[in-house]
């Protein structure tokens, strides 16, 4: 099994769409717009699959924050130690860019929230739209 980490690759967003665990309505519409608005984004892949794609987006090109997106497929649940492992090492080079890292957390997804408490996130009170959270560099 191969694990690579690739920076600014290009996906098929169907495909990711197609493999995710639960997908919102018009989330290929949402998916391409986050990708869109990203200065920076990776893709996760096992044996040259995509098992994960993420990315991060500045209010403003000069701020130290960015709100953090990510869209799991799949792969992820059948490797999720692979996935956790390389989250963390993923997650220090991007606090190395942006120190302070935001977003908002899917209340009917508890694994995501349960992997963001082991990122070190500090969860805000359940809003209406998710589950705010922050995560800073130390």
């Not at 949402?30 to 993420?54: N, P, Q």
């Not at 957390?105 to 995501?112: C, G, H, K, L, M």
């Not at 963001?116 to 739209?129: D, R, T």
Request: aromatic share 10%.
């Amino acid at each position: 099994m191969t694990v690579t980490i690739e920076h600014n690759s290009v996906v098929d967003i169907r495909d990711v769409i197609l493999r995710a665990p639960k997908a919102p309505r018009n989330a290929e519409h949402y998916l391409d717009l986050y990708i869109r608005a990203s200065v920076l984004t990776w893709t996760g892949r096992v044996d040259g699959k995509v098992a994960c794609i993420w990315g991060l987006i500045p209010p403003s090109l000069l701020g130290d924050q960015a709100t953090l997106w990510l869209q799991t497929t799949d792969l992820v649940e059948d490797h999720k130690f692979m996935f956790i492992r390389h989250s963390r090492i993923a997650l220090q080079n991007m606090l190395k860019i942006y120190p302070t890292i935001v977003g908002v957390a899917d209340i009917d997804f508890p694994e995501n929230i349960r992997w963001l408490k082991w990122l070190g996130a500090v969860l805000c009170e359940p809003e209406s739209f998710g589950i705010p959270f922050t995560i800073k560099a130390k």
